[in-house]
């Protein structure tokens, strides 16, 4: 078969197959190129940022590089007592150096990262070592503040002797690795991140089914209609898109408040007395109202979308062989909605696990987020290997919830419109 | 006719590029502040430097800046920041740091600059703006009888009703503290002692939990300036802490039923900062020294209720009452360094809160994960 298709050749003498193959591959080189633009783009964008992301997250090359003589003397310091004074002198040795260099002010926000205090204490003790005395360098540092003299201190330098370290991962669920290389938890009144872990998942599980449960009806209700009461209806529906996220955000805070027009409204009709007022806002309560409208109608449009191409001529079959109206509704209509629900759902989870301004506006005492935290490490305390750790830890999880969409029912299945 | 048109355009477009490469760019927080210093030291400035001061809004935070250093591309030149940022920043690198009394000048008395500022700076890289307060309001519809000292803030008992607080730590425990029974001390030392233990910092976190999961009281957590004021109006809240400038705003500018209790207030204040290879930092120095002078600095607070740095401003102020642009009230009563205001107050540790701010809000948010 195929010698004989060998013998096949084109009228300027080149076997077919060959010259199928060329203008295929002409024709891929022109896909190509017309792509490469997305795709240059999307490795600027999206995955240069992501890999750089990565690295910072566990890179700790500027502490090891900055005091080599005291981690060499290290080596052999178990951290069950003070360090000697060979250790302490190295460290004096690679501080002077640091000194002259003017680069202490980075070393001492690297290690406030790993144990709070260290910004002032390295400070006092630039300005007490100008007088320092040759020798005894353990006495003379212990004398500079009591911190230099507290064990805990020393080993927090210690922790940074490696090049690269994953202290910052264990550190987004409240763990760090001790001296004796064990991972275990941070002390109990400073366990939050994992608190914040679940609260993010929480809301954004929660304002997911909200969205959906309220969802559904609008976009059959849009599919249905005829046209001239649908595209008022889709107005309705697309107008908070086009007003400011604060804006709307604000608005539910006049309604929800407790001295709101909501709870004004049921003071007036007596629903409630005036001095127990239900409190609907700076709480859960208030951060799933305001979530839920603000996603909506990115639930709304995927439904849209595929219900619109359902032909209504299926549910009269369903219904002309006997199917009472629920059951026409659940074997035939709903299957056939599923890549509608899957992409919606997708859509909105995404987006609530990474909000953070309008939880923290309306949230109240549950308002912080695992996002403001982020944002906090990113602005406040320039800790950004901190923060790109825990936006790792955040877009993996976005990821194995997508794995696990897709073991369920399927990428193939989603559709956006 | 055409030509010439045409000659004007492109000559005052030319000119339009070569004033922006002299420009100096200042970041701010935007808004009513932002206008005050427009108006107040920077047009006056460039109208002096015959340069143009451009004004940026930004909001807060060192993130922007470093991502302009790390890019290679800075393109502000002069920044108003928090204290913690000026020693995080300084410490980074990022600014300039000042040779003091002859970066900047002395005031009108020929008193030095560094001893005619309100209190010494937190970093070499620092120079005073504003201070300003964190202290507390009221509405007086929704409060029976006068609440005077910060005690007042946590008695539920004598005035029931729901507080405004902010969403962090910051403040916070030092207000709790000062209501708990502890004297501040000169400048809040007493304060940050007991904060520096952690006996100190359980007192503080057990002061505001009483507070908040009291039936009586209860918090709102604020994390903008503009809602303390907005809860007090709406009668959310019967009292909030929040920046004496924005009450001040509702108080006056708006003649809301609200008043201000200095007692244990926190001085906090806002610097500038000199981006190191900004744009144009040689003029940017000028227009600084220029802006931060005594004449300078009264000139902002003609437009909003921040206290400036320096003391001769003060004076500056005193002698033009009424000070406001409204022309008719008086300003410097509404100093949060004004003396009537000062009798029991806390200056905000900056160097405290660099070291600890991270460890102190993760408690902080536990504690209130436990409400």
Same mark, same amino acid.
């Given at each position: 078969?195929?010698?004989?298709?060998?013998?096949?050749?084109?009228?300027?003498? /080149?076997?077919? =197959? /060959?010259?199928?193959?060329?203008?295929?591959?002409?024709?891929?080189?022109?896909?190509?190129?017309?792509?490469?633009?997305?795709?240059?783009?999307?490795?600027?964008?999206?995955?240069?940022?992501?890999?750089?992301?990565?690295?910072?997250?566990?890179?700790?090359?500027?502490?090891?590089?900055?005091?080599?003589?005291?981690?060499?003397?290290?080596?052999?310091?178990?951290?069950?007592?003070?360090?000697?004074?060979?250790?302490?002198?190295?460290? @004096? /040795?690679?501080?002077?150096? !640091?000194?002259?260099?003017?680069?202490?002010?980075?070393?001492?926000?690297?290690?406030?990262?790993?144990?709070?205090?260290?910004?002032?204490?390295?400070?006092?003790?630039?300005?007490?070592?100008?007088?320092?005395? =040759?020798?005894? @360098?353990?006495?003379?540092?212990?004398?500079?503040?009591?911190?230099?003299?507290?064990?805990?201190?020393?080993?927090? +330098?210690?922790?940074?002797?490696?090049? @690269?370290?994953?202290?910052?991962?264990?550190?987004?669920?409240?763990?760090?690795?001790?001296?004796?290389?064990?991972?275990?938890?941070?002390?109990?009144?400073?366990?939050?991140?994992?608190?914040?872990?679940?609260?993010?998942?929480?809301?954004?599980?929660?304002?997911?089914?909200?969205?959906?449960?309220?969802?559904?009806?609008?976009?059959?209700?849009?599919?249905?209609?005829?046209?001239?009461?649908?595209?008022?209806?889709?107005?309705?529906?697309?107008?908070?898109?086009?007003?400011?996220?604060?804006?709307?955000?604000?608005?539910?805070?006049?309604?929800?408040?407790?001295?709101?027009?909501?709870?004004?409204?049921?003071?007036?009709?007596? !629903?409630?007395?005036?001095?127990?007022?239900? =409190?609907?806002?700076?709480?859960?309560?208030?951060?799933?109202?305001?979530?839920?409208? +603000?996603?909506?109608?990115?639930?709304?449009?995927?439904?849209?979308?595929?219900?619109?191409?359902?032909?209504?001529?299926?549910?009269?079959?369903?219904?002309?062989?006997?199917?009472?109206?629920?059951?026409?509704?659940?074997?035939?209509?709903?299957?056939?909605?599923?890549?509608? +629900?899957?992409?919606?759902?997708?859509?909105?989870?995404? !987006?609530?696990?990474?909000?953070?301004?309008?939880?923290?506006?309306?949230?109240?005492?549950?308002?912080?987020?695992?996002?403001?935290?982020?944002?906090?490490?990113?602005?406040?305390?320039?800790?950004?290997?901190?923060?790109?750790?825990?936006?790792?830890?955040?877009?993996?999880?976005?990821?194995?919830?997508?794995?696990?969409?897709?073991?369920?029912?399927?990428?193939?299945?989603?559709? !956006?419109? | 006719?055409?030509?010439?048109?045409?000659?004007?355009?492109?000559?005052?477009?030319?000119?339009?590029?070569?004033?922006?490469?002299?420009?100096?760019?200042?970041?701010?927080?935007?808004?009513?502040?932002?206008?005050?210093?427009?108006?107040?030291?920077?047009?006056?400035?460039?109208?002096?430097?015959?340069?143009?001061?451009?004004?940026?809004?930004?909001?807060?935070?060192?993130?922007?800046?470093?991502?302009?250093?790390?890019?290679? $591309?800075?393109?502000?030149?002069?920044?108003?920041?928090?204290?913690?940022?000026?020693?995080?920043?300084?410490?980074?690198?990022?600014?300039?740091?000042?040779?003091?009394?002859?970066?900047?000048?002395?005031?009108?008395?020929?008193?030095?600059?560094?001893?005619?500022?309100?209190?010494?700076?937190?970093?070499?890289?620092?120079?005073?703006?504003?201070?300003?307060?964190?202290?507390?309001?009221?509405?007086?519809?929704?409060?029976?009888?006068?609440? $005077?000292?910060?005690?007042?803030?946590?008695?539920?008992?004598?005035?029931?009703?729901?507080?405004?607080?902010?969403?962090?730590?910051?403040?916070?425990?030092?207000?709790?503290?000062?209501?708990?029974?502890?004297?501040?001390?000169?400048?809040?030392?007493?304060?940050?002692? %007991?904060?520096?233990?952690?006996?100190?910092?359980?007192?503080?976190?057990?002061?505001?939990?009483?507070?908040?999961?009291?039936?009586?009281?209860?918090?709102?957590?604020?994390?903008?300036?503009?809602?303390?004021?907005?809860?007090?109006?709406?009668?959310?809240?019967?009292?909030?802490?929040?920046?004496?400038?924005?009450?001040?705003?509702?108080?006056?500018?708006?003649?809301?039923?609200?008043?201000?209790?200095?007692?244990?207030?926190?001085?906090?204040?806002?610097?500038?900062?000199?981006?190191?290879?900004?744009?144009?930092?040689?003029?940017?120095?000028?227009?600084?020294?220029?802006?931060?002078?005594?004449?300078?600095?009264?000139?902002? %607070?003609?437009?909003?209720?921040?206290?400036?740095?320096?003391?001769?401003?003060? $004076?500056?102020?005193?002698?033009?009452?009424?000070?406001?642009?409204?022309?008719?009230?008086?300003?410097?009563?509404?100093?949060?360094? %004004?003396?009537?205001?000062?009798?029991?107050?806390?200056?905000?540790?900056?160097?405290?809160?660099?070291?600890?701010?991270?460890?102190?809000?993760?408690?902080?948010?536990?504690?209130?994960?436990?409400?």
């Amino acid at each position: 078969m195929s010698a004989e298709l060998k013998q096949i050749l084109t009228t300027d003498g /080149i076997p077919l =197959e /060959i010259s199928l193959k060329r203008a295929e591959r002409k024709n891929k080189i022109k896909a190509f190129l017309l792509v490469a633009p997305l795709l240059f783009f999307l490795m600027i964008t999206y995955i240069f940022p992501i890999g750089d992301m990565l690295m910072r997250s566990v890179d700790d090359k500027m502490v090891t590089n900055m005091l080599p003589n005291t981690f060499k003397s290290m080596e052999n310091w178990d951290g069950t007592e003070m360090p000697s004074e060979e250790i302490f002198e190295a460290f @004096y /040795i690679d501080f002077q150096k !640091l000194v002259e260099e003017k680069r202490e002010g980075k070393l001492s926000t690297q290690l406030n990262y790993t144990k709070n205090g260290f910004k002032s204490i390295i400070k006092k003790l630039r300005r007490k070592s100008k007088t320092f005395e =040759e020798g005894n @360098y353990k006495e003379q540092i212990m004398a500079v503040h009591r911190r230099w003299a507290d064990i805990d201190y020393w080993r927090a +330098i210690k922790r940074h002797a490696p090049s @690269y370290t994953t202290s910052k991962y264990l550190k987004g669920i409240d763990m760090y690795k001790n001296e004796e290389g064990k991972i275990v938890s941070v002390e109990e009144d400073r366990r939050i991140h994992r608190v914040l872990w679940l609260r993010t998942l929480e809301i954004a599980f929660f304002v997911t089914l909200l969205c959906f449960l309220m969802a559904y009806p609008i976009a059959y209700l849009l599919a249905t209609i005829p046209m001239k009461y649908s595209n008022l209806l889709m107005i309705c529906v697309l107008l908070p898109f086009w007003t400011s996220l604060l804006v709307r955000t604000a608005s539910w805070m006049i309604l929800l408040q407790q001295q709101g027009v909501v709870n004004d409204f049921f003071v007036m009709i007596g !629903l409630v007395a005036d001095d127990n007022r239900p =409190e609907m806002m700076y709480n859960k309560t208030g951060t799933y109202v305001a979530m839920t409208q +603000i996603l909506l109608p990115f639930m709304v449009l995927p439904l849209y979308s595929v219900m619109k191409t359902i032909s209504p001529s299926l549910m009269r079959a369903g219904k002309s062989l006997g199917g009472t109206p629920f059951v026409t509704f659940w074997k035939v209509y709903f299957p056939l909605t599923i890549p509608g +629900i899957g992409a919606g759902c997708l859509l909105v989870f995404i !987006l609530a696990i990474g909000y953070y301004i309008t939880p923290a506006l309306v949230g109240g005492a549950s308002g912080t987020l695992i996002s403001n935290q982020i944002a906090f490490h990113m602005k406040s305390t320039l800790d950004w290997s901190f923060a790109s750790a825990m936006g790792l830890m955040l877009l993996t999880g976005v990821l194995a919830i997508y794995w696990v969409y897709n073991k369920l029912v399927g990428i193939d299945n989603i559709k !956006l419109g | 006719m055409k030509k010439l048109s045409k000659l004007l355009l492109v000559l005052s477009f030319a000119l339009s590029i070569s004033s922006s490469a002299f420009a100096v760019t200042v970041a701010s927080w935007g808004g009513a502040y932002t206008e005050s210093q427009k108006l107040g030291y920077g047009d006056p400035t460039a109208k002096k430097l015959g340069i143009t001061i451009n004004w940026v809004d930004y909001s807060g935070g060192l993130s922007e800046i470093k991502a302009q250093k790390e890019a290679g $591309k800075i393109t502000w030149d002069i920044i108003d920041v928090y204290a913690m940022d000026t020693i995080n920043g300084c410490d980074e690198g990022l600014f300039v740091e000042f040779d003091f009394d002859k970066d900047f000048p002395p005031a009108p008395d020929g008193t030095p600059a560094s001893k005619d500022f309100f209190t010494g700076m937190p970093s070499k890289c620092a120079v005073g703006n504003i201070l300003y307060s964190w202290n507390y309001a009221y509405n007086t519809n929704n409060v029976k009888g006068t609440p $005077k000292t910060i005690k007042d803030f946590f008695n539920t008992k004598k005035f029931p009703g729901k507080r405004a607080i902010y969403k962090g730590a910051l403040t916070n425990l030092e207000i709790a503290l000062a209501a708990d029974g502890i004297k501040p001390g000169k400048g809040g030392k007493n304060i940050y002692k %007991a904060l520096n233990t952690d006996k100190g910092v359980e007192r503080a976190m057990n002061k505001i939990k009483e507070l908040c999961t009291d039936p009586n009281g209860g918090c709102v957590f604020w994390s903008a300036g503009a809602q303390p004021p907005e809860f007090l109006v709406s009668g959310e809240v019967v009292m909030a802490t929040g920046w004496n400038g924005r009450f001040f705003n509702a108080e006056v500018g708006e003649g809301a039923p609200i008043k201000q209790v200095w007692d244990g207030q926190g001085l906090d204040y806002e610097y500038f900062v000199l981006v190191k290879g900004g744009p144009n930092e040689a003029d940017a120095k000028k227009a600084l020294a220029m802006m931060t002078s005594t004449e300078g600095l009264a000139g902002s %607070a003609k437009y909003i209720a921040y206290a400036p740095w320096r003391k001769s401003s003060l $004076k500056v102020m005193a002698k033009g009452e009424p000070w406001y642009k409204d022309g008719k009230t008086n300003m410097v009563p509404q100093m949060p360094t %004004a003396p009537a205001n000062t009798k029991n107050f806390f200056l905000v540790d900056a160097q405290f809160w660099a070291d600890n701010s991270a460890e102190l809000n993760e408690k902080f948010e536990a504690m209130k994960a436990g409400f």
